[in-house]
């Protein structure tokens, strides 16, 4: 395990790195490799499910500031199955609480905080990314870029969502900037990029009157992308496809507390879902309940260390 | 590129509202909002200040995430236009390659079947409508000048691009997707690539506005109030944003993901992107997206 911290030069800025490399040995499952630099830390829990390892993405003060950088890289070798969680919202700030005050609050635009994620997953393997969602806070800007590699039969569950802010002092969609691709790739080919820029700067339209992130957003406070993709997930795919067909919208009265969608991805072979809920709780229930599918394939225990 | 006299006539023969383009059953999630209770913020009801509010994020969301791929077709129509090209295959290639790079990126189905109809109708509508009828384009009295042969032989050559490309679209080799077939008739016109992507934001707004006054959320004046007035600084405001991006189809993957993503077409409207794919969800609805 290597333990690094890097300075940029001005001090402030880090760029955390990590590697994770998973194998299924008949029901064991090992790590082969499992490394993190500040402000990265990857933990990983000793569970009781067979073919099944879990790692949780941690950051040094359970939170990122703008000029961290973390790029991690996933390898989920054949027949492995990956769970990798957060523990509570990642944190976006636009600069370290309590430091440099003076120098971060003078300039206007805050630095990106950037994550890279690249995952290779191999033939029956599956990734199943549920971490808490993102929350930047006011001023901050966040920028991800996740791309995922996968073979014919393997599977993968990704989860991107992010919050509108610290509600309960009155933060709603006043970040500067969040910005987030997921790209995903079987055998090569690319099958989707799902790419959501929020720009919090409200665009000046000269004559009309300014529209800012909030009225773009509102009245929903929370939103997830989730991209379903293999054998795996079949049985949480097919639910949900019965569940979108079975809607029918009549003239709805007051927005609905949660606005869901689903469409195909390449043919039939994946899914997109979107949510949005008024409220993180409102999406998080939503998503436990339509992923407990994958209680079968994580085992119960596991799931339930998801959406906590 | 057409000169400017002509320039001006084709963006009236383009912008003439009852071009057959299929636009006119797609409400580009209007419809949707509406039924969701989601078409009017908290306060007064205002029509005309919740269609304008729906332009700006559509036509925000459209220019970001579709408008770099029109771009990029027409360009690949420029080039074949002035490399003079006669092998269509070369650029009907890139035009596929864009096809399938936007049909991944349009994560959501009652987008794609819209843009997929409307993009065809497109190919179909110069192929059958902009295509000189041979009895003008004879020459007069047997006499042939070089400006009229050399037009002759460069609309030629753009007819067979097209209809190469039709071709591959109906034996569904590729989609037909609404920006790269804008992108090719609006380099196959003449247009210039800025005039192209104005007018086709512009088309977008304007659609949006004649589905409200279908739905009964706005009345024709007040749309017309709106689209000379309101529409026109967000077409050029997100025409003039939109200039610098590209589709990413000469990207080498190898390059910064991050810093090349900053580039790269991206939705701007989640909630936009959601309303849209339940459209076939609403119980009656008069439009097919």
Known sequence: MTFATRYGSNGDKVS???????????????????S??????????????DGVGVVYMLTYGGGL?????????????????????????????????????????????????????????????GLFLLPDPVTCFRAASYHQVQRFHLVRGASAALLD???????????????????????????????????????????????????????RMGPYACYATLILYGPLVEEVVRALDVRFQAISVFQVRAPLDVLWSLSPVRGQAGRIVRVAGKTTENVKGWLKDALRGLESVVGVDVYSKAFV | MASDDLESYILLVLSDANLPTGSFVASAGLESHVAHALFYSEGPRDAMKATLAFVRDSVGTYARSALPFARDAQRVVMDFIAQQETEPSKAIDVLMRLDALY????????????????????????????????????????????????????DERVGALIDALKLRVRREDTYGHLPVCWGVLAGALGLSLDRGSHLHLFLHARGVLSAAIRMNALGPYAAQQLLLHGVRPIVDEEAARAAHLTSGIDLSPSGNALEDDERLP?????????LAARHDLLHSRIFNS
Request: hydrophobic fraction near 40%; charged fraction near 20%.
């Open chain 1, 16 to 34: 955390g790195r990590g590697q994770i490399i998973v194998q299924a040995h008949g029901s064991e499952v090992a790590f082969p490799e499992l």
């Open chain 1, 36 to 49: 993190y630099s500040y402000p990265l830390k990857l933990l990983s829990p000793r569970i009781v499910q």
């Open chain 1, 65 to 125: 500031v703008g000029g961290d950088s973390i790029s991690l890289s996933v390898d989920v070798q054949s027949s492995a199955r990956l769970v990798l969680l957060s523990q509570g919202s990642t944190k976006v700030f636009k600069s370290r609480p309590g430091r440099r005050a003076a120098v971060t609050t003078s300039s206007t635009d805050a630095a990106p905080t950037k994550q890279q994620l690249d995952v290779h997953i191999a033939d029956a393997g």
């Open chain 1, 161 to 215: 969502w992010y919050t509108s802010g610290r509600r309960a002092i009155g933060e709603e969609w006043v970040f500067a900037r969040y910005h987030s691709t997921n790209e995903v790739f079987v055998d090569g080919s690319r099958v989707a990029r799902d790419a959501m820029l929020l720009d919090g700067a409200p665009l000046n339209v000269r004559p009309l009157p300014a529209r800012s992130l909030a009225d």
């Open chain 2, 103 to 154: 049909e991944s990126t349009a994560l959501n189905h009652v987008v794609r079947r819209a843009s997929r109809s409307q993009g065809v109708a497109l190919l179909t509508l110069y192929a059958k409508g902009f295509t000189c009828p041979p009895f003008l384009a004879a020459p007069m009295d047997g006499e042939e000048d070089t400006m009229g042969m050399e037009s002759r032989e460069r």
């Open chain 2, 266 to 274: 991206a939705s701007t409207w989640p909630l936009g992107e959601i």
